[in-house]
């Protein structure tokens, strides 16, 4: 398979914090790479070195074998690096069509000026959805009426229409009830089927084995485990996720055991 990205030991530092360190990161196309961790584990400063936002200041970085340093999300967008953010930069009153062609708008020059192609943008926008299996008929309506998971859907139909080659999303599903993050996964799913690659950010390890090739666990900054799916199950995802080690601890001092009460095993002779 392709190798799309790689990152190789990079780390980060902002000021005194050292908010990513020695951590490494393979995706190819066709593949879904989730990137799990608490708040503060590092997560969004991976995405914002991969999408241009901040440098990273050891470690290498390459884009389809080549090494890179971004200076702006302009640069990492014109090598195919689209990312969706948790808070989506949309404006909520204007109709889906005109925020799905925000900043790449189409039109005719006229006079000097850009005369808007409304009718191509709109026809435009509803095949792009529906070529996603997003069921939305009104384009019209204005983006801030549909439901966050929609939004999400429109951003993710919106990246593979222009040709992204790899999808960036930053917790898409964090303030989502289940149905709407069923549909958010679905549309993660078909934008790999597709043959983007895809980092998906969450610190929900169920969403994330749902639909995840590969998992990377991020703790205080560094990579606590990195396995491709065929090497871990959802109860050891979850475990590390919760900090297995760390919950027992506290299981213990709580004095609430997390398992049931040990089977009774043979009496041992005490020394
Ligand atoms: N712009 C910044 N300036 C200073 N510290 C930051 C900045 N962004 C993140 N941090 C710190 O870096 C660490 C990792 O943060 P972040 O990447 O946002 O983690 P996550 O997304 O996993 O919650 C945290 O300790 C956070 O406070
Ligand atoms: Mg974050």
Same mark, same amino acid.
Do not use: K
């Given at each position: 398979m392709t190798e799309l990205l790689a990152l190789d030991r990079v780390g980060k530092t902002y000021g005194t914090v050292r908010a990513l360190e020695d951590v490494s990161l393979t995706l190819r196309a066709g593949e879904i790479s989730c990137v799990l961790g608490d708040n503060g584990a590092g997560k969004s400063t991976l995405i914002k070195i991969i999408a241009g936002l901040h440098r990273h200041d050891e470690g290498t970085f390459t884009v389809g074998g080549e090494e890179v340093r971004f200076d702006s999300p302009r640069q990492a967008l014109d090598r195919g690096i689209a990312t969706v953010y948790q808070?989506?930069? =949309? =404006?909520?009153?204007? &109709?889906v069509w005109r925020n799905f062609f925000l900043g790449s708008e189409q039109g005719h020059r006229r006079w000097g000026g850009l005369r808007l192609d409304a009718d191509g943008m709109r026809a435009t926008t509803r095949e792009a959805l529906a070529r996603m299996? =997003?069921?939305?008929?009104?384009?019209? +309506?204005? *983006?801030? !009426?549909?439901?966050g998971g929609q939004r999400q859907c429109v951003a993710i139909a919106r990246a593979v229409h222009f040709g992204a080659r790899v999808l960036i999303l930053d917790e898409p599903t964090a303030a989502l009830g289940v149905k709407q993050s069923g549909v958010v996964l679905k549309y993660v799913t078909a934008a790999r089927d597709a043959g983007l690659g895809v980092v998906l950010i969450t610190h929900n390890p169920h969403h994330a084995y749902l639909v995840g090739d590969h998992f990377t666990l991020l703790k205080r900054g560094r990579s606590v485990g990195s396995h491709p +799916? #065929? @090497? *871990?199950g959802l109860e050891q995802l979850t475990t590390e996720m919760a900090g297995g080690s760390d919950l027992a601890e506290l299981s213990h001092e709580l004095g +609430? &055991? !997390?398992? &049931? #009460? &040990? @089977?009774?095993r043979e009496e041992r002779p005490q020394p």
């Open positions: 808070d989506l930069a =949309v =404006v909520p009153l204007m &109709p299996g =997003v069921d939305l008929h009104d384009v019209d +309506r204005p *983006i801030g !009426t549909l439901s +799916r #065929a @090497e *871990i +609430r &055991p !997390t398992d &049931p #009460a &040990p @089977e009774p």
